[in-house]
């Protein structure tokens, strides 16, 4: 396996320490959250679409580095994007930003901000239907 880039590990250490998305978000349309029972990584995510289709996100969690910052980095590359550009994400958008040798070195914690993510927006969906 390919070793992790210094580059890569400072945005990582960096987004684990002093993420700016690590808080509540005030007056959130919704929140959900899940975990790696096997490990005990948690992640909510909370967001807040605007009039114009933009979302806000943030989140709040505790576990390992890679669960944390990975939803940090996709956090902070999410903010104000249209929810119908966001719905579209996927794997591959997530290994872009966090790289391959992160994402294979532990793939349920890297994606676990990724699998929370889409559950936020189904139950944004649920809710708005009702």
Same mark, same amino acid.
């Given at each position: 396996? @390919?070793?992790? @880039?210094?580059?890569?590990?400072?945005?990582? $250490?960096?987004?684990?320490?002093?993420?700016?998305? &690590?808080?509540?978000?005030?007056?959130?349309?919704?929140?959900?959250?899940?975990?790696?029972?096997?490990?005990?990584? /948690?992640?909510?995510?909370?967001?807040?679409?605007?009039?114009?289709?933009?979302?806000? $996100?943030?989140?709040?969690?505790?576990?390992?580095?890679?669960?944390?910052?990975?939803?940090?980095?996709? #956090?902070?590359?999410?903010?104000?994007?249209?929810?119908?550009? #966001?719905?579209? #994400?996927?794997?591959?958008?997530?290994?872009?930003?966090?790289?391959?040798? /992160?994402?294979? $070195?532990?793939?349920?914690?890297?994606?676990?901000? $990724?699998?929370?993510?889409?559950? /936020? #927006?189904?139950?944004?969906? &649920?809710?708005?239907?009702?």
């Amino acid at each position: 396996m @390919d070793r992790i @880039d210094q580059d890569k590990l400072e945005l990582f $250490l960096e987004h684990f320490e002093s993420s700016p998305y &690590r808080k509540k978000l005030d007056n959130y349309d919704v929140e959900v959250e899940g975990g790696n029972p096997g490990c005990g990584d /948690v992640v909510r995510i909370y967001m807040k679409v605007g009039d114009d289709g933009t979302v806000e $996100l943030s989140f709040e969690g505790n576990g390992c580095t890679i669960s944390q910052a990975s939803t940090s980095i996709l #956090i902070e590359n999410l903010q104000n994007k249209k929810l119908q550009e #966001i719905e579209k #994400i996927d794997t591959d958008f997530l290994i872009n930003l966090i790289g391959r040798e /992160v994402y294979t $070195l532990r793939p349920n914690c890297a994606s676990l901000g $990724l699998n929370v993510l889409k559950a /936020v #927006i189904k139950k944004y969906y &649920r809710i708005k239907n009702k």
